[in-house]
Each structure stands twice: as structure tokens, then as C-alpha cells.
Nanobody
Framework: QLKLVESGGGLVQPGGSLRLSCAAS????????IGWFRQAPGKEREGLLC?????????VYRDSVKGRFTVSSDSAKNTAYLQMNNLKPEDTAVYSC????????????????WGQGTQVIVSP
């Protein structure tokens, strides 16, 4: 059974950086599209970026994170990462990774496997 575990969240000041990890077990990440999502309090979950492990290309779905967030993966560690730079208070949310056995897609309903999420709080 494929399992995803996120880590790396926490409290960070505006302008700071965090790197979130998404560790997979039960299967290799190779062949999957890896999506990163977030859900802020009182808001719907939104898709941020996606990395296709097949093509090696990434797609950014939100202009608000373009140029600040990047996605990567390490096959040897079977782990995906979300690097977040120049964080802003509006980035405060629970961040989750998800997998789908196809190409990248922006909507949560298109993903098959989910982690439990990790909280990110951006505050002075």
C-alpha cells in the first residue's frame, strides 16, 4: 500500500524559506505525477505545482507561488520536495502532497494518493 508522509512544516517569518518533504513508502515515486496542494483556513484546497517523474517537467498552477516555490524529487530517497522561498503570511496553510498515475493535473479529485499534510505558518 502506497503511503505518503509530509514533513518540514512549521512557523517561519515573512521572507523566510521552508522545504517540505513528501516521503513515499510501499511503491516508488517513479512513474507518478507528484502534486502539491494547500488548504488555508476557511478556504478550499488548491493545487500549486506538479512534477511529472516521467517527463521530468514541472507545472505551476498558481501565479501566487510562481517564482517562489519549486518542486523536485530524489529517486534514491523516494522523496519529493517543495521548496518555498520568500514566504508570505498568505502562504499560511496545510500543505499536502499527492500522486496520480498519469500526467500532472491541477485538481485534487484527479489524485489517487494523499499524505496527511503539514502545517505552515508564516507570521512575524
Amino acid at each position: 500500500q502506497l503511503k505518503l508522509v509530509e514533513s518540514g512544516g512549521g512557523l517561519v517569518q515573512p521572507g523566510g524559506s521552508l522545504r517540505l518533504s513528501c516521503a513515499a513508502s510501499g511503491d516508488t515515486l517513479d512513474g507518478y505525477a507528484i502534486g502539491w496542494f494547500r488548504q488555508a483556513p476557511g478556504k478550499e484546497r488548491e493545487g500549486l505545482l506538479c512534477l511529472s517523474t516521467v517527463s521530468g517537467t514541472s507545472t505551476v498552477y498558481r501565479d501566487s507561488v510562481k517564482g517562489r516555490f519549486t518542486v523536485s524529487s530524489d529517486s534514491a530517497k523516494n522523496t519529493a520536495y517543495l521548496q518555498m522561498n520568500n514566504l508570505k503570511p498568505e502562504d499560511t496553510a496545510v500543505y499536502s502532497c499527492a500522486l496520480r498515475l498519469a500526467g500532472c493535473a491541477p485538481f485534487e479529485g484527479e489524485y489517487n494518493y494523499w499524505g496527511q499534510g503539514t502545517q505552515v505558518i508564516v507570521s512575524p
